[in-house]
């Protein structure tokens, strides 16, 4: 059993938005449908639960508003990993869909909303108050840091982020119609990664990072030499190397001026509110 810091959880490919740059590859250029099938995720948890023992578990899309089962995919990995720490990302328009007092089912969740939009800043704050009016006793705080605003609020059975991220690093050049790496310094690019001690669980396979595990499985060429971990793989020598450069960095950019900034309008098209 490998204990590690984070593991995001990929549920969704699909998403309701269209960001410039998304690291899962969810925008209109790669016009990726569909979720990870509720069997597929609970063969995973069976699979994984016995191999590694994060602290954080990421759910991870797309977006994960758009399961169909998304709540028994938040029992599910509660099951299996009872101790870890559920943060659910999402940004926050289907929340209107679901019962509000489901949030409080879970144990320990966390749920990060971020925000794309300032225009539809307020639209989904009253989402989100509809959460918080399920129940008394909430404690408020707000943090800044580098750009990213949060507005956070915690309650004994849930915490609830609303996020700003302003930027993004974009982890791909898409020219032609071609996904490219940057080919840039590992450790430069390593320096200013967003998540660097984030692997990821893909359709059963262990990644580096979510930007190659969406990247492979779009992007089949001898441009991005890497390969996912099965259970049966070398765990090990991956977990060893969680949080340090290595050739495959080499795919992001080493300089912030390839970043994406989320809050302008024309960087984000919503497809689906409703």
């Known amino acids: 059993m490998y204990r590690i810091k984070r593991l995001d959880f990929n549920v969704a490919y699909a998403c309701n938005l269209s960001c410039k740059g998304c690291i899962s590859l969810s925008n209109d250029e790669f016009k990726r449908k569909g979720v990870e099938p509720l069997q597929d995720i609970k063969e995973q948890c069976e ?8 602290s954080v578990i990421s759910i991870f899309g797309g977006e994960p508003l758009l399961h169909p089962k998304i709540e028994k ?18 940004n ?3 929340l209107r869909r679901y019962d509000p007092n489901m949030w409080f089912k879970f144990g320990a969740l966390e749920m990060q909303v971020s925000i794309h939009r300032l ?4 639209m989904i704050t009253e989402e989100i108050k509809k959460i918080v009016r399920c129940k008394t006793g909430w404690q408020a705080k707000r943090t800044s840091s580098g750009g990213h605003r949060q507005l956070e609020l915690h309650h004994d059975e849930l915490s609830v982020y609303k996020s700003k991220f302003k930027t993004f690093v974009m982890p791909y050049k898409f020219d032609n119609g ?7 310094d590992p450790k430069k690019a390593h320096s200013i990664c967003g998540s660097p001690d984030t692997p990821i669980l893909y359709k059963n396979k262990l990644y580096k990072c979510a930007p190659i595990a969406n990247i492979l499985d779009l992007d089949h060429n001898d441009l991005y030499n890497y390969e996912g971990t099965e ?9 060893k190397m969680i949080n340090k450069p290595e050739k495959i960095c080499s795919m992001c950019p080493e300089q912030r001026s390839h970043s994406i900034d989320h809050m302008k309008k024309e960087n984000v098209h919503v497809k689906n509110i409703d």
């Open 47 to 54: 699979t994984w639960s016995k191999i590694l023992d994060p």
């Open 73 to 90: 995919v938040l029992s599910l990995i509660r099951e299996y990993w009872p101790q870890s720490q559920i943060r659910f990302i999402t």
């Open 92 to 94: 926050g328009y289907l």
């Open 119 to 122: 225009d539809h800043e307020q």
């Open 178 to 184: 071609k996904l490219e790496p940057f080919k840039s």
């Open 231 to 239: 259970a049966t793989g070398d765990i090990e020598a991956l977990v």
